[in-house]
T-cell receptor, first 110, second 112 residues
Framework: GQNIDQPTEMTATEGAIVQINCTYQ??????LFWYQQHAGEAPTFLSY????GLEEKGRFSSFLSRSKGYSYLLLKELQMKDSASYLC???????????FGAGTQVVVTP | DTEVTQTPKHLVMGMTNKKSLKCEQH?????MYWYKQKAKKPPELMFV???????INESVPSRFSPECPNSSLLNLHLHALQPEDSALYLC???????????FGPGTRLTVL
């Protein structure tokens, strides 16, 4: 079956760093995505990894290890507006079929 | 134009009603998707269209009927829904040569 695991909730202070881990076991692998979703809104794309290593994009970085079935999203210099749900998603085929994890709710406190 | 639009934003319907959700994109994307998202849960894939042909149906009940009249438009026809079908319905599109799926804002559906 398909299994994508990420923590349910994380709390961090404004200006701090938070790392959200994601482990996956899926029938296919064609890339791993991170999306941000504010309550009641659509998911917005943050990052994509298909090869092992670190991808950096401003305050956000994402890491992938395919052999370990593991990824993380690193959020630096946290801002209040970063309070949201962060979804790890694995693309399991060439059609772009995405299997989502349950999401990690990040709460940023002053 | 770099967005996916969805109408209506909110929809309330009875179990005997027939309604349709609409999704539109003008980015030239040839893959389009319907997802269902319940509160505090991740999106779940329902259908994938590629080049206007249905390529994936994730065993969705027949009371949901997708339609792709042209490369810019995706509809979801609803008939005889159940209260448990109440959810946020998200449309997304993707360029075949790209990785990112662009999501629309969603339609919040309530079935009474």
């Amino acid at each position: 079956g398909q299994n994508i695991d990420q923590p349910t909730e994380m709390t961090a202070t404004e200006g701090a760093i938070v790392q959200i881990n994601c482990t996956y076991q899926t029938s296919g692998f064609n890339g791993l995505f991170w999306y941000q979703q504010h309550a009641g809104e659509a998911p917005t794309f943050l990052s994509y990894n298909v090869l092992d290593g670190l991808e950096e994009k401003g305050r956000f970085s994402s890491f992938l290890s395919r052999s370990k079935g593991y990824s993380y999203l690193l959020l630096k210099e946290l801002q209040m507006k970063d309070s949201a749900s962060y979804l790890c998603a694995v693309r399991t085929d060439s059609w772009g079929k995405l299997q989502f994890g349950a999401g990690t709710q990040v709460v940023v406190t002053p | 134009d770099t967005e996916v639009t969805q109408t209506p934003k909110h929809l309330v319907m009875g179990m005997t009603n027939k309604k349709s959700l609409k999704c539109e994109q003008h980015m030239g994307h040839r893959a389009m998707y319907w997802y269902k998202q319940k509160a505090k849960k991740p999106p779940e894939l329902m259908f994938v269209y590629s080049y206007e042909k249905l390529s994936i149906n994730e065993s969705v009940p027949s009371r949901f009927s997708p339609e792709c009249p042209n490369s810019s438009l995706l509809n979801l026809h609803l008939h005889a829904l159940q209260p448990e079908d109440s959810a946020l319905y998200l449309c997304a599109s993707r360029d075949r040569g790209n990785d990112e799926q662009f999501f629309g804002p969603g339609t919040r559906l309530t079935v009474l």
